[in-house]
């Protein structure tokens, strides 16, 4: 009966070990969550881009908006990086628009640099 209870509770030990996901694992899920956020929400983005060429026609560049992610899925501090054109009503659309969103937990409780490149045309 020992013997049956101690194999018993080493493959549950076993069992539990393999399923633990590495932090790799869990960066890449916060990652993947983060991208479907962003999918989701690319008609927000697309609106700044829309309203920019129509005070602008003919408009082209890129800019680069980045930001920390928390643990709890806040952004903080998000910044405009890299703009190839000038229209602080953009920058101002687009900065608004990222402060309202919230992004999946981390599943490393740590927070995390995102950049996502904007194209206009």
């Not at 399923?19 to 960066?27: F, G, K, M, Q």
């Not at 129509?54 to 405009?80: C, F, H, M």
């Not at 953009?90 to 628009?97: I, M, P, S, Y």
Request: proline share 4%; with cysteine; net charge positive.
């Amino acid at each position: 009966m020992k013997t049956k209870v101690l194999i018993a509770l080493f493959m549950l030990f076993i069992a539990s070990c393999t399923s633990v996901p590495t932090r790799e694992e869990n960066l890449a899920a916060t990652e993947k969550a983060t991208s479907r956020a962003l999918d989701q929400n690319q008609g927000l983005f697309q609106a700044c881009v829309q309203d920019a060429v129509r005070r602008s026609p003919g408009l082209k560049g890129t800019a680069t908006l980045v930001w920390i992610q928390n643990d709890e899925g806040y952004v903080r501090s998000p910044r405009i990086r890299d703009m190839t054109f000038k229209d602080a009503d953009f920058e101002d659309c687009v900065l608004t628009k990222i402060k309202s969103m919230r992004f999946p937990p981390s599943a490393e409780d740590s927070r995390a640099k995102v950049s996502l490149e904007l194209i206009v045309q």
